[in-house]
């Protein structure tokens, strides 16, 4: 069976990574591509990378017939998602690539993002999108949101370990560098070039990037009481990929194998022999997650480091993940892809 899917914002970097991913997929045809700011011109004209696919010409998302769509994907920024959304018929399964439903309590989407929340009843309704430990809820579900791609990160580090109580969780510090792609394409001052090449910064420092709303909702939830891990992000001067490294208190041993037990079955997470730690080239353009454990000098304190592509693991990669679950497709459907390497 084939499955008919549509693709709003698809002229952003998650949108050409749906697109990219979605080509090789055996049961999904792209039926609908809109980019309301790009409507009228052809996918290969706006990603020439793509231009060897034949693919519908963009459009405007009001333009596509939806009684024709399986599932949609939603690829737009923050808050004008939620508004598209609340529109679509209900009869469309949606995997959304935006904040707009990470956060069940709509209180704490207007503390992280600043306004209130458009589709409340949506945001109820919106299953988590961290595939690996929502998988069977995801299966049921009409609308997924997916993880921002940092939170991700961090969560495979840290959720197996908090939910095992391996490590102290007032002591779990977080520190991640990710690549420009993951700040989006619209164009923006520190992005340029000549600002950003050759260098690197700390951005969101001291408790302020709106991740961390997802962090404290989810580690809080596993552990039964409130975590507040501290977490300072860096954007580094490449394109993709992100690297986290986390710092705990804890038995290294025990730490590497409640990791190794955890994601034993899982087949795009793969805890690395301990000692050893991953590198952003080794997932690049695929659905990979690579962790490694490394004791630290000092006994009881250990290093967790863990590298995935923010716009295939973190993103578009994950978003079509759970859609392969949504339609009862063979999981793995379009993301077994090997990474790019140099």
Not at 214 to 231: K, T, Y
């Amino acid at each position: 069976m084939t499955h008919s899917i549509a693709i709003i914002g698809a002229s952003g970097y998650t949108g050409a990574e749906l697109i990219r991913l979605i080509a090789t997929h055996p049961s999904f045809e792209i039926a609908a591509l809109a980019a309301n700011s790009k409507a009228g011109q052809s996918v290969g004209a706006v990603f020439p990378h793509l231009r060897h696919l034949t693919l519908p010409d963009l459009v405007t998302w009001e333009q596509i017939d939806f009684s024709e769509i399986d599932l949609c994907f939603c690829a737009l920024p923050h808050k004008t998602s939620q508004e598209v959304i609340a529109k679509l018929p209900k009869t469309v399964k949606i995997v959304d690539l935006s904040a707009d439903f990470r956060l069940r309590d709509p209180e704490d989407y207007k503390t992280w993002y600043g306004n209130t929340h458009a589709a409340p009843d949506l945001q109820k309704e919106a299953v988590y999108g961290l595939t690996e430990f929502y998988r069977e809820d995801i299966k049921s579900a009409r609308l997924v949101a997916g993880t921002g791609c940092n939170a991700a990160t961090g969560q495979y580090i840290l959720r197996p370990l908090i939910q095992a109580g391996v490590i102290d969780l007032d002591e779990i510090i977080l520190d991640l560098q990710c690549g420009v792609s993951g700040a989006g394409r619209s164009l923006k001052e520190n992005l340029l070039h000549a600002e950003l090449s050759e260098g690197t910064n700390a951005y969101a420092v001291g408790g302020t990037h709106r991740h961390l709303g997802e962090f404290d909702q989810e580690f809080s939830a596993l552990a039964g009481r409130p975590v507040h891990i501290q977490f300072t992000p860096h954007l580094g001067p490449f394109n993709r990929g992100i690297l986290a490294t986390a710092y705990l208190r804890g038995a290294a041993d025990a730490v590497f194998e409640t990791l190794s037990a955890a994601y034993a079955d899982e087949p795009f997470v793969q805890v690395l022999p301990m000692g050893e730690t991953p590198s952003t080239h080794h997932v690049r353009g695929s659905n990979f997650v690579h962790i490694g454990v490394v004791p630290d000098r000092r006994a009881g304190r250990v290093i967790v480091v863990a590298a995935l592509d923010n716009l295939c693991k973190g993103s578009s990669g994950q978003a079509l993940q759970n859609a392969n679950l949504m339609l009862g497709v063979d999981e793995l459907s379009g993301l077994m892809l090997a990474p790019c390497f140099p």
